[in-house]
């Protein structure tokens, strides 16, 4: 299986190729100069494994949630790379993604989302691979609760952002955190890899950004409601 895989969810972005479970990243620095350094990045990666884009399996993206440029970046990169060599695109939840790098079974991923609030999921790890149980969503860190039972390791930048407005309660649960952690292109090809191998491909044209979040500003009062300047 040989796909590559983008993704600018977040400042720390990435591309990755994945040929037969071996995985080759690279990160693009600086958030300002991901569109620029992208498709580069890309073609030099290609190159330097002797490998065409018509003779991978499939495209890969991070669909989010995450920034609203990053994933329409991602998205329509992948989209016309992949109607240009007629393959197959697998959007990878980049919460998802992220869970990959947690420790244990049950990991809770909470990222910041800005604006004062917090994206956020819960999956279980079987067999290496992330099982939903709580699917991604979006919410003032003064929300976030748990889902009911057990220990949790929390992951995702959100626990250093926002670590004194998240509730005692979801503390209490954890049974460790790592607050560095940020989506990667290699983890999304490895779940894009499994994707493709249960036909869960799609058409470039069908492929789109995971939102969970329309509203992408809010206004002056309810910034000063949720702590923010005017």
Not at 146 to 154: I, R, S, V
Not at 194 to 202: K, N, P, T, Y
Request: proline fraction near 7%; charge should be negative; glycine fraction near 12%.
């Amino acid at each position: 299986m040989k796909i590559l895989s983008i993704e600018t969810s977040c400042e720390h972005a990435s591309v990755a190729l994945l040929i037969d479970g071996e995985v080759v990243e690279r990160t693009l620095e600086g958030h300002a100069n991901h569109s620029e350094r992208l498709l580069p990045t890309l073609r030099t990666l290609l190159a330097d494994a002797g490998i065409a884009l018509n003779a991978l399996d499939a495209m890969a993206f991070g669909a989010g949630p995450g920034a609203f440029t990053g994933l329409r970046l991602a998205c329509g990169v992948t989209q016309g790379l992949a109607m240009g060599a007629d393959l197959g695109v697998a959007p990878v939840c980049s919460l998802a993604a992220l869970a990959l790098q947690g420790t244990g079974e049950s990991i809770y991923v909470l990222t910041d989302a800005r604006m004062g609030e917090v994206y956020t999921a819960a999956y279980c790890l079987q067999d290496g691979y992330p099982l939903e149980i709580a699917p991604p969503a979006c919410c003032p860190p003064d929300l976030l609760t748990l889902p009911p039972a057990g220990q949790w390791f929390a992951i995702g930048s959100a626990l250093r952002t926002y670590e004194g407005r998240i509730p005692a309660t979801v503390f209490d649960r954890l049974s460790g955190r790592n607050a560095d952690g940020v989506p990667r292109a290699g983890d999304v090809a490895r779940l894009a890899a499994r994707m493709a191998g249960q036909g869960g491909l799609v058409p470039p044209e069908q492929a789109a950004p995971l939102y969970v979040r329309d509203k992408v500003a809010l206004t002056t009062a309810e910034r000063l409601a949720r702590g923010g300047r005017a």
